[in-house]
């Protein structure tokens, strides 16, 4: 593929994109924009509601899989945190090498202050731990998403020079 090529566009999915179509977070209105544009555009098939780094090695995979191609990625809430933890994975260098931008929409790459307030409201947080169960999902998820210095998301890894990065919030 050549420099003046159309990229593939990434699409890194938002949290629940598989269980709440409704809410735009799996991306499907943005694959026709990119389409009407002469670009391909895949979804990434990071888990609905994923760990971290589960869903960083599936991002990792995707680009592994796609090395030789110009690549650019649009992340969506969650989605963003994924693609950060994947930036500071041991081998980023080298599965970040082809991708010449992320756009971060409305992402959470810090993470949400809700978690903590969900920490605050026990029956809330009980209420959301017995949702998630049902849909066999994790709570720890969540707690990944907090915003604390401890966190998973305080810092940022490195990210390689030739990697633009956008965040639009909405």
Known sequence: AGVSDPPLIGIIPGAFYLEHK????????????????????????????GSLAKNAAIVADWLSRHHQERVAL????????????ALGLPNAAELFRNVHAWVSV????????????????PLRRLGVCLL???????????????????????????VPAHLRVIHILS
């Open 22 to 49: 409704n809410t735009g977070a799996d991306g499907s209105q943005l694959a026709p924009i990119f389409q009407s544009l002469n670009c391909r555009a895949e979804l990434v098939p990071v888990e609905s509601f």
């Open 106 to 121: 409305s992402g959470l790459p810090q993470g949400t202050p809700l978690v903590g307030w969900l920490r605050g409201q």
């Open 132 to 158: 998630l169960r049902l849909r066999g999902q994790r709570y720890s998820v969540v707690e990944e998403l907090r915003q604390e210095p401890a966190g998973p998301l305080a810092t940022w890894p490195s």
């Open 74 to 85: 649009i992340s969506l809430s969650k989605g963003s945190a994924d693609v950060k933890i």
